[in-house]
Each structure stands twice: as C-alpha cells, then as structure tokens.
C-alpha cells in the first residue's frame, strides 16, 4: 500500500505472494500484514502492504483469510483506499501448483472484477532461468484462463521484474497515480454488512472446505471398512496403522468444520478478535520486558558485588605493594654498601679477597647439595637465555648476542664465552676461557636481584674473577634466572642450587633427579629430570611452545623470556626449531646453523 502524506492519501496492496522492499520473492513467507514505508519524493510517502498466502502449512486458509479480510476492512472504514495491487510470482516455478491455483482463485474473489484494472501481475525470478524457457511460461500463464486469461481479460496488465531498484520503482510508478480502488470484499463487509461466510471469498474457501471434508469423510468410511477386514483376518499391525489413520481424519474433519463455523463471523467480531490478540501479545512483550528488567537487575547487583570484590583484592594487591616497597627500604643501605664495595673489585682481581655481609630474604627457601651420578658433570650442548629486549645464545662453535653491547653495565666479553645467562634488571652472569685460565664475571645488580644463588655455599662469590684452569675451573651446567629473585642453578661438580615458589617445588621434586629448570614469565616452568622425563606449566602462554616439547625427540636448549610470555626459542637441532617473538631472525638462524 502507500500513503501520501499531506492532502491526499494512496495506497499500493501486495497481495497473497511475500513481498521485499525491492519487489522479490521471500522463501520465508508471510506470517502476518506488514507495512513497509517508501520515500517516494519530498512530498510523497509510500506505505507497501504485504499480505499472507494461502500455501502457509502453518496456519488454516480461514485463519489466513481473516487476517487479510480484517486490514482489508480497517482500513478501508477509516477512507484508506488503494491504489493498485501487485501480484507477485516466480516464473522460474516450472508449473503452476495448487497452492498457487488457490491463490489465484482466492484473490480474484477478494478483489472483485471492477478492481482488476489496478492490478499488476508480476513475473520475477527471470535470472535463475534461460530467457526462451521463461516467456513460454509467460504466454501460457497469460493464455489460459484457469490461471491469468480472465484476470488480463478484465483490465489487469502482466508485468516483469529484474530485481533491481529501477525495476521496483517502475511499477510502482504506474500504479501511484491511478484512481483510487475499492476491493470486493470491502464493499461486502462494510457497506453491505455481510458476515465472512456471506462474501465471494468466503463462499470460495467455504466450497474448498466442503471438498476437504467430503474427501475425508471417504477416506475415513474406507479406513473403517478396512479397519473391520483387518479385525477379522487378526491382523493386529494393520488393524493399528487402520486406526491411526481413522483419526487423522477424524481429526481433520473437525478442523474443517471448526474453520467452516469460524467463517460465519461479521466484520465488528474480526476486528474485535485482532483487538484481543494484539492485546495479548502485547500483554506478553509487556511481560517480557518486565523480565528483561529483573535478568538486568540481577546482572547489575551481580557486577556491583563483583565490583565490590575487585576494588577489595586491588586494595589488598596495593597493601602487599606498599609492604615490599617498605621491605625495599630496608634493603636499601645494604645495597648501597654492596655497590660501593664492588666499585673495587678491578682492584682486588677476585671477590674471595673481599668480605661481604651476607643478607638473605627471609621467606625464600633456598637449598644447596652435592651429587653424584650420571648427571652430575653433564653439561646443556647450547645454552640460551632471554631477559626484556636482551639475548643470548652460546654454543660449542659460536656465541650470538643481541643487544648486550648496547649496555654499558653489561661486562660482555664473548671471546671464548663459555656460559651466559640474563636476569632482571639488566644483571648477567658469564664465565669465559683463556689458553690457561677462566673468568667468572657478573654485573652489579646480579649480587643485589639475586642474592640467594650469590649466598650459596661454592658457588658464585667464591669464584669471581680470574682462576687458573689448572686448579680447576668451577662453571654452570644450567642456569636460569628469572622474576623477583627466583633461579635455579647446576655446576660442573654437581651442586645444584634454587630459590622456587612452591608451585615449582611441588613438580620438581627431587632435585637429585632434576637434569635443567626453566623459568618463565608468570610463574611458567619447564623441568627436564634425568630419566628424560618432562614436566611443564605454561599457563597458556608462549604459544606452540608446549607442542614443541611433546614433538622434538632431543632437546638441546630453551629460552622463555620472563618478561614476555610470547618470546621463546627452543632447538632440536639444524633443521627442527621454533621461535617467537625475536624483531630479528638472521642472526639467530645463523648461530643454529653454526652450531647444529
């Protein structure tokens, strides 16, 4: 339908056949009248009304007949009337089936013949066939007169539609300044004050319902005369399918016969009806939007608790800062004392000469012990260590570093580097070999983020500096260093040192039978024991590192970075690695294959 606003008022009915605002067939199909608004021009508005069919499977063709007959009649009570009326099908539909044959039988008795001349009969739908095969159907739909023939013959014209907007708008073109129209229907049930029943359209459908019921009424005197047969031959499965069907038709006699006693209604009784069942489902928004507003409610008491829980734990987590910030402070003196009396190392040559009052982190479990065995002196074949932006990687054949020198803190001399790891802070432990001697050196702030591995009993402060190869040489087999002061270390003499948390402790186990620890950001571990067993807790993060470790059969280093769950590498050997999270590769890949 369309509507004009300002002085005058017109109106385009779809009719039977669902409609789109651009004119195309929905596969859905029409449940109830919809109004559709068109901006025709500045000061034209198109209303398009889009009426059920009578193919709907789930509703009666009374109930369907209603629901139109009822817009029909409102509308033209309060002077609304049509313009035109668009019939809508698909031409690619290879034949015209029953449920079409009854809408077209339907809509001529609504419409009534003098309306006829403001109806278009559309084709669409001519893009999903060849073009010959289409306009045979055309010329046999317009030729015979069961389907369009009388239709055409009283006035209607036969139109195409090529799904687009231009197409669309050319019909409603013809049809927006025609005159004004008066269905049959309408004339019945308002001015001549028929009940449904009493009207063209409902002495048709009443018709068809008294076939239906005709048709089921033998049907069901059959199944009868059947049931009785299978009785008497004690064919007991027959016998039941029999009485199935007995009543369905008993069932779909009474359908008919309620719909054919719902046709007798009058015009005030259907408007009424539609009045009480918009009412009620207006009752029942009306009921779900008050749930709606208690499920928000709900959610929003739910977040304000959850709310209340969040600023209690981020008034504990700034409680437990503002207590190790004070525990800081009181480390303060110290480290400034330890830094000064590092400031003459170069002096002394080796810190065995220098004595250190040994401050240990209370709560911090840290145990320190000999073993022998296979893995005592075993040694990792690569050693690789991330920390922040920094990196390192030591092999049998060459050293890559990345960034180190770019750090004047960092005592990096790779000349016959023997072991390198990285921790916070920018501190970092290394151990070289000369012809005839080795040096152990480390950066001032490893003493001060770690001192438990600085305190353990031969370990690091003992063996700063310079020694003579002869003596011996005292260096890691693993080390990892990772956040707030956690580490776990393994020497050349098998003694084997760590500071944990207990979630590690709890999977380590033993440490006799611990071969290399790793330690990532978040409290992440990777632990490799001496049966060749692994056990790891990556907590989600470095992604597709945790495939790594179940599919490379040898494992010659890892790295995790502390500091980014996404940076790892792990090596297998020349050809089986993986990596993530590095700004440059080049350097690295070249340090694999130098030394794999």
Known sequence: MMYRSGTTCKLVSLTLISYRLCLTDSMLGTQEVGIYKCCWSSSVDIYLVDTP????????????????????????????????????????????????????????????????????LVTTMWENEKLSICENREQELTETEDFWGVLVESGARVERHDNSRDSAMRLLKSLVDKPQMIMSIQKEMVNERKTLDQTQAGIELEAELRKQREKFKKE???????????????????????????????RKIDRVLRERDELRVDMERMHAEKFAELERKHQEQQAQLREKEKMAKRELKNQEKHDREMRNELESLRQQLDQRQEEQKSLTEPRRLLMQALSIIPQLGSLSQLSLDRHRPSGVQVRTRSITGPIADRQEPVFLSLFDSNSSFVGPKSVYLHKLRRNPTYPVNDVNCEYLALGTNLSLYMHNHGDDFCRTSVSVDLIVEYPDLWYSPSWYSENLGMKDLAVGCLRPS??????????????????????????????????????RLWLGANDAYIIEKDDSSWVWNLYGQYQGLSDCIQTYDVIEGIGMNPTNPLNYIIISSKDSYSLSGFDREAGILKFIRDNF
């Open 478 to 515: 693993h080390l990892s260093l990772g956040n707030n002061g956690c580490f776990y270390a393994r020497n050349n003499t098998g003694q084997w040192s760590y500071s944990l948390p207990k979630t590690i402790l709890d999977q380590a186990g033993d440490f006799e039978h611990v071969r």
């Open 53 to 120: 069919g009578f193919d709907d499977t789930t509703r009666s063709d009374t109930d369907v007949l209603k629901e139109t007959v009822t817009f029909f009649t409102s509308s033209y009570k309060k002077n609304i009337k049509l313009s035109g009326i668009i019939y809508l099908h698909r031409i690619s539909d290879p034949r015209v089936g029953g449920s079409a044959r009854k809408n077209l039988f339907m809509f001529r008795k609504l419409c009534g013949r003098e309306a006829l001349k403001n109806v278009l």
């Open 220 to 250: 069901l005197a059959e199944a009868q005369e059947m049931m009785k047969e299978a009785i008497e031959a004690s064919d007991q499965k027959s016998a039941e399918m029999i009485r199935q069907h007995k009543l369905e038709m008993e």
